[in-house]
């Protein structure tokens, strides 16, 4: 079943003419624990101050955070990533105020990505009547770990080799702690970004993400070092029963000693701590397992290099839905291709 289909109860009842506080949105959230990161008011603060900004509907038991990018001659670009939260066979009446609040803020196109994995139970056609398939910000297909059971219940799950890297970097004196060193990461991630070919976000970016999440109780930067030298580093996230490995890195010295492996297991054993049962590894090729798996060993472009670290966790290999845009514009889409491309950057 897929993700999405989860909705808390909820009393919580606000009009679609109300504007909607933080904290009401917060009071939201709340009753809705499966809501994604994405849709938190922590993550909306964040986007905000780097070039978007955050928007909530609230309609009965569905909502939605909106995140709108401003374009050219006063129009604007809307995303909704990893929503709407709440029913969704009860979203259309949603749909209609997302609509109202697009028109308001001169959006061409409003891009949806549901937080859910694809499903036969599920009529994407009824659900996203008026929008069409488009292709979707977030990877589409990612490893899930299960945090269930005990911590050799993970260990079983997980490759040989994968085990045996995460033992041998403990026995060769890798330590893995929190860290608030937020300048030796970013040089991490500014290398790790040249050296396999992803775009990474700026120090200010991770600074003020754990400002946002870690007081929550919801991030940590974690980071593993040999005789006080720094070697690799991950920023995790949380929210509910769910935790996602957003941003790592690693240096070229010492990769022997397997410091991202000892890094993962911490990052894992960090999640199930605070009450989580899913670890995400956020980002695998868009590829049927067959394929992924015939193919690992040959390719290191895209993703290709990080599945080959990323598959001996033992996951399970799961594909979103996708996305869905709504044009509000006729050149809706060619206006907003031009703008990705001349931004060059993650949203």
């Known amino acids: 079943m897929a993700q999405w289909l989860a909705s808390a109860d909820s009393n919580l009842v606000i009009s679609p003419s109300q504007p909607v506080s933080p904290s009401a949105w917060d009071d939201f959230i709340n009753h809705h624990p499966e809501a994604h990161l994405l849709q938190t008011r922590a993550w909306g603060s964040l986007k905000a101050e780097f070039g978007w900004q955050a928007e909530r509907v609230i309609v009965g038991d569905c909502g939605a955070q909106v995140l709108f990018r401003h374009l050219p001659l006063g129009f604007t670009f809307a995303y909704l990533p990893k929503g709407p939260v709440g029913n969704p066979q009860s979203w259309a009446p949603l749909w209609k105020a997302i609509d109202r609040l697009c028109l308001r803020k001169r959006a061409i196109l409003l891009k949806v990505e549901p937080d859910g994995w694809q499903s036969t139970d599920v009529d994407l056609s009824t659900l996203f009547r008026g929008f069409t398939p488009a292709d979707p910000i977030q990877p589409r297909r990612t490893l899930l770990i299960s945090l269930t059971g005990t911590e050799d219940d993970w260990l079983a799950r997980m490759k040989q080799k994968t085990r045996y890297n995460i033992r041998l970097a403990a026995k060769h004196e890798v330590s893995v702690h929190p860290s608030t060193d937020f300048e030796g990461f970013n040089r991490l991630m500014q290398a790790t970004g040249e050296r396999d070919g992803f775009g990474v976000h700026s120090l200010a970016y991770y600074q003020r993400a754990y400002q946002l999440f870690h007081p929550l109780n919801q991030c940590e930067l974690?980071?593993?070092?040999?005789?006080?030298?720094?070697?690799?580093?991950?920023?995790?996230?949380?929210?509910?029963?769910?935790?996602?490995?957003?941003?790592?890195?690693?240096?070229?010295?010492?990769?022997?000693?397997?410091?991202t492996y000892l890094l993962q297991w911490e990052a894992m054993r960090w999640a199930a701590a605070r009450g989580c049962t899913e670890y995400d590894l956020v980002g695998v090729p868009d590829a049927d397992e067959d394929a992924l798996e015939s193919q690992f060993s040959e390719r290191s472009d895209g993703?290709?290099?990080?599945?080959?670290?990323?598959?001996?966790?033992?996951?399970?290999?799961?594909?979103?839905?996708?996305?869905?845009?709504?044009?509000?514009?006729?050149?809706?889409?060619?206006?907003?291709?031009?703008?990705?491309?001349?931004?060059?950057?993650?949203?």
């Open 222 to 259: 974690l980071v593993a070092e040999y005789q006080n030298k720094l070697l690799a580093a991950l920023m995790v996230f949380m929210q509910g029963q769910r935790a996602w490995y957003l941003f790592g890195a690693s240096g070229d010295e010492e990769r022997s000693r397997m410091p």
């Open 303 to 347: 993703l290709w290099g990080v599945y080959r670290f990323k598959r001996g966790f033992g996951g399970q290999l799961v594909r979103s839905v996708g996305a869905f845009d709504r044009a509000y514009l006729p050149f809706a889409d060619r206006l907003y291709r031009w703008q990705r491309t001349r931004r060059g950057q993650n949203d």
